[in-house]
Structure formats: C-alpha cells, structure tokens
C-alpha cells in the first residue's frame, strides 16, 4: 500500500461529458503528480502541484484542469470528454518538490469514454 | 529535452534465469533515475533509485542496477527471477526541479 488513495477506481462515460478524478497522498506529501497512462502514449506526466500551486505542468490538455485544495487532496477535472481520453489516471505523491523526490503512485482511476 | 529508452518492450525468462532490463537515457545533466514495477490493475512501485555515489544500487526484491555514465544507461538486474516478479518495468528519468520522464517500459513474462 502506497498511501496514495485514489477514487473511483473505475468510470465509465460518454463522449462530451465531465468527469473529476480525486487523490488523496501520502501523509506529509506536498507534492501531487498526474499522469495518464495509455497504450500508445504510455505514462505522460500531466501536471504537479506543490502545496497548493501549480508547480509543473507536462503534456495537459486545455480540456483538463487541476487544483489541489487546502488539506492537500487534489482533483483532476477532464472535460469534453473524446475517446482518445480513455485511460489509466495515476496520481501521485512525494514530501517536497524536486527531481529527486521519489513518486509514490495511486492504483490510478480507469476512465472509459463509449 | 531528456528521454529514457527502454529497448525492449516484452521479455520472457525461465523462473530461476538472471534478469537485466535494459535503460538508456539523454539527458544533459547529471540525471536522477529511477526504476519502478507495475502489476495487473495497480499502480507503479518504486524499486530503487539512484542520484549520487556508488554506481551499483541495491533495491526492494532482490533487484540492482548500475549507472553507467559513459553507456548512458541504467539497467535493472536480477539474479534469479522467480513467478512474481512478472510485470511491466519503468525506467524514468529526471533532473534538478524537472517532472519525470519515464520509458515505454518492459513487460516481463516468467515461465517455468
């Protein structure tokens, strides 16, 4: 067990529609990280947060959002949702921020779009 | 920008046969690597990771791996595999405050 707890494991949806993908970290974990994983793209890393504020961001699109809040939970919100969006969505979470941080992943959010 | 090569995408060895997973990265600066394992249905486990020093590094499982700076690589080892280490295997890369890069990655088979 990680420590990162991640919710829903699965959702499924339909084409257009909003989904939120929450994640809770480690406890004592600053950072948050989200990734999403496909078979194609394999494992891209979409943003960072640090205590708050956005730190990094990768290869997010427009189309999707995140925040983290104040007892350091964050949410991932993927709208407009396309079925290239289909998915495996990992976060996760190291004390500090810093290349150096080892990652400790969620068993991730699988997102289908019919 | 840095990349992590993971050259090959599916290995199969006997239970009991020697490991290594291959890793080459580019990156300028010094990197700091890492190797994690994915299992059906959960989420990335780190094994072990490197950033400074002894260049052969010891990780959970019985698995190693060795930084070779003038090779650019990184490869994951292990003695004798044994049934359970079946998975996929990542190798990523980053550096100073830079996200994480990861390979394609490797998915290990094990028969018996």
Redesign the interface.
């Known amino acids: 067990d ?1 420590g ?1 707890t991640q919710t829903p494991k699965h959702l499924i949806t339909a084409t257009g529609q909003r989904v939120t993908l929450r994640c809770s970290p480690r406890s004592g974990d600053l950072s948050v ?1 989200w990734y999403q994983q496909s078979l194609d793209q ?2 891209q ?1 979409l943003i ?1 947060y640090y205590n708050g504020e956005e ?2 961001k ?1 290869n997010i699109l427009e189309r999707f959002s995140a925040q983290q809040f104040p007892d350091l939970h964050s949410e991932l919100n993927l709208s407009s949702l396309e079925l290239g969006d289909s998915a495996l969505y ?1 976060c ?1 979470s190291s004390p500090s ?4 941080q ?7 959010t699988r997102l289908s779009i019919l | 920008a840095q990349s992590v090569t993971q050259p090959d995408i599916h290995i199969t060895v006997s239970e009991g046969a020697s490991l290594e997973l291959r890793c080459n990265y580019s990156y300028g600066a010094t990197p ?1 690597l ?1 190797w ?1 394992v994915q299992s059906p ?6 094994l072990l ?1 490197y ?1 400074s020093g002894d260049t052969l590094v010891q990780g959970i499982k019985g698995f190693e791996a060795e930084f070779k700076r003038s090779q650019s690589s990184f490869n994951l080892r292990k003695p004798s595999v044994h049934w359970s280490d079946a998975a996929e295997y ?1 190798c990523a890369v ?12 490797t998915r290990l088979s094990v028969i018996a």
Request: proline share 4%; charged share 10%.
């Open positions: 990680s990162v990280y394999g494992l890393f960072q730190r990094a990768g990992f996760a921020t810093g290349g150096m080892p990652q400790h992943f969620g068993d991730g | 700091y890492f994690y249905g959960q989420g990335l486990q780190l990771k950033f990542f980053a550096s100073g405050n830079t996200p994480l890069v990861f390979g394609k990655g």
